[in-house]
């Protein structure tokens, strides 16, 4: 499954910049690989930054780190429903509030990355478990319609587009 068959009424508008940063690319392939390109970047980053914020208000990029680990929980979650067939509409969450609980900048850099590999692991397991057929289920989230197939690509999507700001911001 290729990123360039997605379609935008796959998925909100919301999440078009995350599918910009796609091209080409296979889901489960990308997945894996993905989460290895963003270990390798993190690590090379100096320890000095990880808890620095470009501004006041912004999370630092151990904050962010833990986001990517929530976030990717959710739209697994949501992925593995709809794949399902429970189509039952699924509310948002609140990524400031989950955040300011999580206090990843009270964490260590070894202890994200490790959390992240793993939950990246097991968002494997779980879509390599979806036939074709699956993949182009779609449910609501966040009161938007949403397929299976989207919600992997945003997961990577969203991982770059973080990464990105790092690049942009924080070095």
């Not at 501004?55 to 680990?69: E, V, Y």
């Not at 948002?92 to 509030?97: A, H, K, S, T």
């Not at 590999?117 to 699956?134: H, M």
């Amino acid at each position: 499954m290729n990123s360039n068959q997605l379609l935008p009424n796959e998925y909100a508008a919301f999440y078009a910049p995350y599918v910009a940063t796609l091209d080409n690319v296979l889901l489960l392939e990308e997945l894996e690989i993905s989460v290895h390109r963003l270990r390798n970047f993190v690590q090379d980053i100096p320890m000095d930054k990880y808890d620095y914020s470009y501004a006041k208000g912004k999370w630092t990029i151990k904050d962010i780190l833990q986001h990517l680990i929530d976030s990717e929980r959710v739209f697994a979650y949501r992925a593995m429903r709809f794949a399902r067939k429970d189509f039952t509409p699924l509310p948002g969450f609140e990524e400031n509030q989950y955040a300011d609980v999580a206090e990843g900048s009270k964490r260590s850099i070894r202890d994200l990355l490790t959390e992240l590999a793993i939950v990246r692991e097991a968002t494997l397991c779980l879509f390599r478990t979806f036939s074709d057929e699956a993949f182009q289920l779609i449910g609501t989230a966040s009161g938007r319609e949403m397929s299976v197939r989207a919600l992997g690509f945003i997961i990577i999507g969203h991982q770059n587009h973080h990464q990105n700001v790092f690049q942009e911001r924080y070095l």
